[in-house]
């Protein structure tokens, strides 16, 4: 069964960006020069609004109307499951390939400030619209779009020849590497996420450049930072705004099953018990995971929910040691909390919580970055005010 969508046309939706302000006057005419329904695949799960999951697939053959409303809406568009390797019309275990939220689309792109004859690298060339947009809009000869899947290359490259205007170059390879032969570049441009900005983004760019790509640390939590490269090898700036894109494959990490910190035994195993009046409910947020993940590096966490309500946050180090449990109950206002290993990991979460809400619970536009040789360093404000443990994370 479709998920069904009424159809608003690319008129409609481009209205809709334009009030929101992702879409400013002067991509409007490649907007409209662009029809995004070239670059989307007869086969989609489009995104539900106002989170990161997929509705139900929506075929171009067996409903037009549902796939054209799909198009023009303002969400996500999953195009490619498991690399690949799911196919069938249920949706698979994880997203790989997209078509991009509209209106993540055209703020990254005006994030990006670009002029005409800037030179741009993408990272991550998806269903080619994004490269096709910038190549309408600084010709084809200053766009390079760089993906690592190769089937993916292949439908880009089909999509943007049934365009019909000049292609830009789609080439098949590791994105962090960048593309060294047509650098340096003005701009650079990355359509997945990183925890990482790679050093080659920086040593391809001309001072002054910009890079704009979604990072975020392990934890969770990311945000689009717009970072500008001065003379002195480093790359510096805000984060702009929220966003939530699929990781970078070569930053995927394998993450360590349960079982392997109890190591056949049962918990609480040789864990200390102890008491914290901080909910567990209250690290819920976006903003939230991305503060304890600046601070707390190397670990994510999971959730176990039970019928009534409760749950527990596990909270584990990546390296297989160190764990942590908070079990929430409704209505209680004191939660047990269980740690072992190396790390109390409990503590340096309700460290980092504390020390944001102690500042008046700044939001993503209040923070940036630093990358450079010796790393990356996360800031408050500006660079006198280092992230605690964010001081030049690897």
Not at 22 to 43: C, E, G, H, I, N
Not at 191 to 211: D, K, N, Y
Not at 220 to 237: K, P, Q, S, W
Not at 319 to 336: L, N, Q, T
């Amino acid at each position: 069964m479709s998920t069904r969508v009424e159809a608003a046309g690319p008129e409609g939706l481009a209205a809709a960006l334009v009030a929101s302000g992702a879409l400013q006057s002067d991509w409007l005419p490649t907007y409209r020069a662009v029809p995004r329904a070239l670059f989307v695949p007869a086969r989609v799960w489009p995104g539900i609004p106002e989170g990161t999951e997929q509705g139900s697939l929506v075929n171009r053959e067996a409903d037009p109307r549902a796939w054209l409303g799909a198009v023009y809406s303002n969400v996500p568009l999953t195009t490619q499951w498991d690399q690949g390797e799911h196919q069938g019309d249920e949706k698979g275990t994880t997203p790989t390939s997209s078509s991009s939220l509209p209106s993540m689309v055209f703020a990254m792109l005006a994030d990006l400030d670009v002029e005409d004859g800037h030179r741009v690298l993408e990272i991550g060339t998806g269903t080619g619209w994004n490269a096709a947009l910038l190549a309408h809009r600084l010709g084809a000869e200053n766009v390079v779009s760089i993906e690592y899947d190769p089937a993916v290359v292949e439908q880009a490259r089909e999509n943007l020849a049934e365009f019909g205007r000049p292609s830009p170059l789609v080439v098949t390879g590791d994105g962090r590497e960048g593309f060294a032969d047509r650098a340096p570049y003005d701009r650079v441009i990355a359509t997945a996420s990183v925890g990482e900005v790679p050093a080659a983004w920086i040593e391809q760019m001309v001072t002054g450049g910009v890079i704009v790509a979604p990072w975020g640390p392990l934890y969770g939590g990311e945000a689009i930072v717009r970072l500008t490269v001065g003379d002195d090898g480093h790359a510096r700036g805000h984060f702009t705004r929220s966003s939530a894109f699929m990781r970078i494959r070569q930053q995927s990490p394998e993450l360590p099953e349960p079982n392997a910190y109890f190591r056949g035994r049962k918990w609480p195993a040789d864990g200390q018990r102890s008491m914290t009046t901080l909910s567990p409910t209250a690290l819920d947020g976006w903003v939230e995971q991305f503060i304890i993940g600046l601070q707390v590096p190397g670990a994510f966490w999971r959730t176990e929910r039970y019928d009534d309500g409760a749950y527990t946050l596990w909270t584990y180090d990546l390296d297989g040691k160190s764990w942590a449990s908070a079990d929430y109950e409704p209505g209680h206002s004191r939660f047990e909390v269980v740690q072992e290993g190396p790390r109390r990991l409990w503590d340096e979460v309700e460290a980092a919580y504390r020390w944001w809400n102690g500042r008046s619970r700044p939001g993503f536009e209040r923070f940036g970055l630093t990358v450079g040789p010796r790393g990356t360093m996360a800031w408050l404000d500006d660079e006198s005010c280092p992230v605690p443990g964010a001081e030049w994370l690897r």
